[in-house]
């Protein structure tokens, strides 16, 4: 899987089995089938931003799960500049083929997404092309 860091389905498989899930429930209450977890936990195929959304409603640590470091208890870590420019980031990026903005439901996702894929880390500036291989963005 390019899209991800290696060992994104054994973070994956390790983050369910952290919270007690079955995969079959976990991918019930993510929103996908049994044979599309297997296929994430195996990295035969990459998730949606949908998908990283739910599982983080369900608990799992996205920082971790994207870049296997544990993400610090106290919420999200960000410089305020990477802060900025992932909201101009996600202004840009999520808008129709009309250019009229997403829904904001789906532009707070990508936000929360991207925020927590950065929280805690170094970086001063973002990577455009990383962020738009986290949302799955192909144009």
Known sequence: MSQIKEGFGERLREERNRLGQSQKDFAEQAGVKRVTQYLYENEDNSPTHRYLVAVSELGVDLH????????????????????????QFVDEIARDQKGRPLPVDTRADFLLILCSAYSGLSEETINPAEMKRLLGHTS
């Open 64 to 87: 971790y799960l994207i870049f296997g470091q544990r993400n610090t208890p106290n919420g999200l870590r960000l410089r305020p500049k990477v802060l900025r420019e992932i909201y």
